[in-house]
Each structure stands twice: as C-alpha cells, then as structure tokens.
C-alpha cells in the first residue's frame, strides 16, 4: 500500500469515525478528540488508539468494539485493532476547534465550566 493509498484510506476511516456520536454530547467521536492515533499499515492493518470522556463511562466497553466493528467494513482495511487509553486523559481541551466554536468555549464560556 502506498503512502497516498494509506492517505486515502486515513480519510475514509475518519469519515466514518465523525458518523459515530457520543450518546452524551451531541458531537461525533472524532471531532470530540476521542481518537488519539490512526496508523496503517502496508498490509491495510489499522490500529486505533482512542479513549472515552471518563474512566467511568458507560459506553467504554461498547465503544471501541463499535468502531472496530465500523472500521473493519471500510473497503481496503484487512483487519482492525482497537486499544482504549486513560492517558493522557481525555479533556475539552480536546475538543476540535470546530466544535469549541459550535458549543460558544471561544465566547466567555470557558473550559472549567463543562463538568466531567
């Protein structure tokens, strides 16, 4: 697999990474900065390194199997693992600046004033 092929493939997975949404913000879980690292190998192996909002959420043992059940079905990926990390934690600060601006954090509302 070529670097552009990779490239390519990298946008389709992220494409289908932002239809995938967070159950408790309304923000897709790329944008949301959920996802940490994207590698692809020249075999069309993905590893995907992505967290969750807390430790304790809910969805944080359905959600990787989600993506990588998504991930798996995009044309041109072999196989797809998925790791979950706690570090460094997830944060707003995370958050794309795109949705900083969707939310009103670059208009007085600061970060501190989202609770996690």
């Known amino acids: 697999m070529t670097e552009i092929d990779k490239n390519e493939l990298k946008d389709r997975i992220i ?3 932002s239809g995938i949404y967070d159950p408790e913000i309304p ?17 069309g192996v993905v590893k995907i390194l992505m967290t969750v909002t807390a ?8 959600l990787p199997n989600f993506v990588k059940e998504k991930v798996s079905a995009i044309m041109g990926v072999k196989s ?7 570090e460094p934690a997830w ?3 995370s958050l794309s600046e795109e949705v900083r601006a969707e939310l ?7 970060l501190g004033d989202m609770m996690y």
């Open 91 to 93: 944060s707003p600060a």
């Open 55 to 62: 430790p304790n959420c809910p969805i944080a043992d359905y």
């Open 104 to 110: 009103g954090l670059d208009e007085g509302f600061g």
């Open 80 to 86: 797809c693992e998925v790791e979950l990390t706690f």
């Open 15 to 17: 494409a289908v990474l």
């Open 27 to 43: 923000v897709d879980i790329y944008k949301l900065g959920l996802i940490y690292e994207i590698n692809i190998d020249d075999d």
